[in-house]
Each structure stands twice: as structure tokens, then as C-alpha cells.
């Protein structure tokens, strides 16, 4: 295919306004252009014939997580430094345009990940980092895992991590939340170990996408999760909950935003406090607002933290950090706006980021883990975070 169908995708870049409002299929009179776009790079995919859309987006996130996984972080140096070692495990990805190993653990037996040793010899004698046998794992009826895997110290953690996305309105109710929920897996263990996962409240999870290693059959009849896990780092699986009902909202904003109409001279006032934390702190709080094209400056005073007011993109961020419950962060002051305009038509949007160690808010609680297959006692692990997806509140 020649490189010149990229530029169907540049024009539709150019006319988003943001990264993530390029649609994420393109229509070419000859082709089909599907991209996802994560860490500040897009991934695209250009495609001759009809195929289900979403396996190939499937794909492209599997990509860039193989790249993370290789090199640590997935960004362009990244890429251009290793643009050897990329091609070569695409190379074994798609094999003449069909996927065919996505597994991490396959993927490193193919092809050794870059060390900086590995890379200097490589230089010097012009081998490459292709693998001398066929993974072992290729062969057995557990693909994902490979075989004759030994560790000293036998350790398997799992982290529940779920993002709340929501739409709160100006009064504060909730107008629409949801969470998408992950458990990831770090299993460092010996042999071939049969793990059962089991939850306190397993009806929470709707939609539900599992790791190829979990027996689907026993989720449907018993919901527990069994199965042989890949050895690393892996994705167990994501979930949904989004019936409104459901899902709790762990902050609240009360604000008052005003403009009046003869006055270039308004007013900015934003507290941020917990609503339904379980007791658990909220850190990492940061609050951003895109004012209005006619505010001039914002004379602000903030009881923690720092905050910037950009003139240019009129863009206002709070770094608030933790949050106390007994002394509530605030942000207050005065907004200048262009004299003779008339008043903004609609209040800005709140945007909200921040986390809660040590708590699912769906309220998902792991039962118990228990192994089979293998004699020794594991160590285990499993820790639960919360944080905040799309995260906006309307004034």
C-alpha cells in the first residue's frame, strides 16, 4: 500500500479539533484507515478489505501494550530507537496481514526484548534479537504460558483498578456515571499453577472481557475465575458497571460562578470535598476549567495548593493534591472580562482528576485465591485503586 493513504488521515487530523475527536474509522475510496491513539501517538491500521472493525482496534491497543511491555514506556523516541526490534515483533504479530501472537510471553521467546548489552552486540556483529527456537509455549495446549518457568521467590499480586466516568450537573445531581474496571495481574510463579479467583459480590460486573487463560464455562455456571495464568504481567479482565444506581460518587464540587451583564467583573468560587470515600483519602486532585473566550485574567486565591490561569488558551488548572475533610480546599476570587462584551452565554465546565488508594468504588471485593497444580505456598497480593476517567461538572 502506498504511504500516500496516510494523508486521508492527516486531513481528518487536521480537522479535529483535539486527538480524540479524529474518527476512529476513515473510509478511503480503496481503503479503510482505523486508528487508536494513546500515550500523544496514533497507531493506525490500513485496511484492503471488510473486516469487524473492533478487531482490529483490538489489535492496534494489543501493539502498543506489546511496545510498553518491551521497552518500558511506548512514546516516538522510544519507537525511533528501537525501530528495529519494533518491526521485527510485528513481524511476528501479523503474519501476512492476519494477527497471530499477541501474547507477551510468546512474543519474548521469539524476540529477545532490548537490552542495552544485547543492542551494542547487535551493532557489532549484526545479529538481531530473533529467538533460536520455537516458543515453547507454541506447542502445549496453554499457549499463553511457556514452560519450565522457575522462580525463587513464588509471588502472585492483582490489582483491582476502576475509573469513574460521570456527568454531574449544576445543581449535583448525577446526570450519567458509569466504571470501567480493570484487574491486572502480576504472577510470578513455579511450574504450571491452576489459580481460582473468587469475588464477594461477583453480580456487580456487567460485560465482562477476559484474558484467553480464564475458563469461561465456570464463570457462567459458578462466577468464579479459574484459570493458568500467563507468566508476567497480564490483563485478567476489564468490566463494566453502569447501571446509575450503582455507582457512587466519591467527590463533590460546590461552586459559584457568576458574570453579570454591565460589569467587566465576575466572580470564582470552587470548594472540592468527599462524598462517598468509605472513610479512604482522596490525593492527586486536580482541577481544570476552560473559561470563556472574553475573561481577560482571574485574580484567584487558593486555600491549598497552586493554580495557573493561562491568558492565551484561557485555560485555569488547580493543583489541589490530598484532600482534608476538615478543612475543605477552596479556590476564590475575581474573574476580569473584556470591557463592552456582552455576558458569557453558558458557565464553564469543572474537570476533575484524582485517585483513592485502597478502594473499588463499585464496591468489588476479592473473596479469596487459592492455587492447585503445584506444592508450594505463594505470597499473595491485591490492592484496589479509584480514579477519575471523563470527570465533569457543570455550573
Not at 483498578?161 to 456515571?177: F, H, L, M, Q, V
Request: one cysteine or more.
Amino acid at each position: 500500500v502506498s504511504r500516500s493513504v496516510c494523508d486521508y488521515f492527516f486531513e481528518a487530523q487536521e480537522r479535529a479539533s483535539e486527538a480524540e475527536n479524529v474518527p476512529p474509522v476513515i473510509p478511503t475510496p480503496h481503503h479503510y484507515l482505523l486508528s487508536v491513539y494513546r500515550h500523544k501517538i496514533f497507531f493506525v491500521a490500513v485496511i484492503q478489505s471488510e473486516v469487524p472493525p473492533l478487531f482490529v482496534i483490538e489489535f492496534l491497543h494489543r501493539v502498543v501494550d506489546t511496545f510498553q511491555d518491551y521497552f518500558g514506556v511506548c512514546s516516538e523516541v522510544m519507537i525511533k530507537d528501537n525501530v528495529v526490534v519494533v518491526y521485527e515483533v510485528l513481524e511476528e504479530m501479523l503474519d501476512n496481514g492476519f494477527p497471530l501472537a499477541t501474547e507477551s510471553n510468546i512474543l519474548k521467546e521469539l524476540i529477545k526484548p532490548p537490552t542495552i548489552l544485547r543492542t551494542v552486540v547487535n551493532t557489532i556483529t549484526g545479529s538481531t534479537n530473533v529467538g533460536d527456537q520455537l516458543p515453547t509455549g507454541q506447542l502445549s495446549v496453554v499457549p499463553w504460558r511457556r514452560t519450565g518457568v522457575k522462580y525463587t521467590n513464588n509471588e502472585a499480586y492483582f490489582d483491582v483498578i476502576e475509573e469513574i466516568d460521570a456527568i454531574i450537573d449544576k445543581s449535583g445531581s448525577t446526570i450519567t456515571a458509569e466504571i470501567q474496571g480493570v484487574i491486572d495481574a502480576c504472577v510470578k510463579l513455579t511450574g504450571m499453577p491452576d489459580l481460582t479467583l473468587s469475588f464477594m459480590n461477583p453480580r456487580l460486573l456487567d460485560d465482562v472481557s477476559f484474558h484467553p487463560c480464564v475458563r469461561f464455562k465456570r464463570w457462567e455456571s459458578e462466577r468464579i475465575l479459574s484459570f493458568i495464568p500467563p507468566d508476567g504481567n497480564f490483563r485478567l479482565l476489564s468490566y463494566h458497571v453502569s447501571a446509575q444506581n450503582l455507582v457512587a460518587i466519591p467527590v463533590y464540587v460546590k461552586h459559584n460562578i457568576s458574570f453579570r451583564d454591565s460589569s467587566s467583573l465576575g466572580r470564582f468560587e470552587i470548594t472540592v470535598g468527599p462524598k462517598q470515600t468509605m472513610g479512604k483519602t482522596v490525593e492527586g486532585v486536580m482541577v481544570t476549567s476552560q473559561m470563556p473566550k472574553s475573561v481577560l485574567n482571574m485574580t484567584l486565591t487558593p486555600s491549598q495548593g497552586t493554580h495557573i490561569f493561562d491568558p492565551v488558551t484561557k485555560l485555569l488548572s488547580w493543583d489541589v493534591g490530598k484532600i482534608n475533610p476538615q478543612k475543605l480546599p477552596s479556590l476564590k476570587g475575581s474573574v476580569s472580562l473584556q470591557a463592552g462584551t456582552s455576558k458569557p452565554d453558558e458557565n464553564p465546565t469543572i474537570n476533575l482528576q484524582f485517585k483513592i488508594q485502597q478502594l473499588a468504588i463499585s464496591g468489588l471485593k476479592v473473596n479469596r485465591l487459592d492455587m492447585y497444580g503445584e506444592k508450594y505456598k505463594p505470597f499473595k497480593g491485591i490492592k484496589y485503586m479509584t480514579k477519575a476517567g471523563k470527570f465533569q461538572v457543570r455550573t
